[in-house]
């Protein structure tokens, strides 16, 4: 039978919040069983994702330090190679220093080739001339001792000797402040005697008169003192040279000039004139290369000025 609600109390009846609250569990209870079929789902107790990601990254981690060890190496190479370029760099500087001398050596070389053969040339010439002058040395000694030989029968004994020629004054005699010089003139050739320390000797062509340094330095010292006075002792063959000697130095120079004969061969006597005979300084040395001393007569007049 039904019981009666009693009138006066209200009971709160609990069941249905029960119910909620189990089946809230349940659910729960379902989820994290299913969470939990979901985490089983993976090898050695983790997720199948992680596991490809660890793998990853030791597969990274291990390219990584392959590609460190293979920098190192490459490190490596690269610094050998920049030490076998610079050594192929050295190499092809020495080659072309090495090809640039060898080019000089030859040029060098032929231009020595090219004197040796000269120098050989001119060897063989001086042989070949050093031969012809000892053939004609053999010839010129055999003339000279031909020539000695016939000098020697020639001879004049002491006793038959020829005897000096004095030269006397002329008659008219000269000023006693007359500084007289003496030339002899005979067989093409002038001397001048005892001008300075020493006798002087050159040939009369007029060549040879016009450009002489001494015979002209001779005539330009006379010709600074009036009293000069040159006496031409002319041998027998001696009238050529006395025209040249005398014609230069009266003509050009202005030089006071007398002429005296000579009779035979003898060598000149010339005592008689030494209070008047007079003396120069001799002749400078001659430098090489200088030129003959102007002829007056070629010398140009003086520019008139205004």
Request: charged fraction near 30%; aromatic fraction near 4%.
């Amino acid at each position: 039978m039904a019981k009666h609600k009693k009138k006066g109390s209200e009971e709160i009846l609990l069941i249905p919040f029960l119910d909620i609250l189990c089946s809230l569990i349940g659910v729960l209870v379902l989820i994290i069983v299913v969470l939990c079929v979901s985490m089983t789902e993976q090898t050695d107790g983790r997720p199948e994702a992680e596991v490809e990601m660890a793998q990853e990254a030791k597969k990274l981690r291990k390219e990584i330090k392959q590609h460190e060890v293979k920098e190192i190496v490459l490190k490596e190479k690269i610094a050998t190679l920049e030490e076998m370029q610079k050594q192929i760099d050295e190499k092809q500087q020495r080659y072309l220093k090495l090809r640039k001398l060898l080019t000089t050596s030859q040029e060098i070389m032929d231009a020595n080739l090219k004197i040796s053969q000269q120098m050989q040339k001119e060897l063989d010439d001086l042989l070949t001339e050093i031969t012809g002058l000892k053939e004609q040395q053999k010839e010129s000694q055999a003339e000279i001792t031909k020539l000695m030989a016939e000098l020697k029968k020639r001879e004049v004994p002491p006793d038959k000797k020829i005897p000096p020629v004095i030269v006397q004054p002329s008659g008219g005699g000269m000023p006693a402040d007359t500084k007289a010089y003496f030339v002899e003139a005979g067989a093409g050739a002038l001397k001048i005697l005892g001008a300075w320390d020493k006798d002087y000797r050159i040939s009369a062509t007029p060549e040879v008169v016009v450009a002489d340094a001494d015979f002209n330095y001779f005539l330009t010292e006379l010709a600074k003192d009036p009293k000069s006075f040159i006496l031409f002792l002319v041998r027998e063959d001696g009238g050529g040279a006395f025209n040249n000697g005398a014609g230069r130095a009266e003509s050009d120079y202005k030089i006071r000039v007398g002429k005296l004969p000579v009779p035979g061969r003898g060598v000149l006597d010339l005592a008689l004139f030494d209070k008047l005979r007079g003396k120069i300084a001799p002749p400078p040395a001659a430098v090489p290369g200088t030129p003959p001393p102007a002829d007056p007569k070629k010398a140009e007049p003086p520019k008139k000025t205004t």
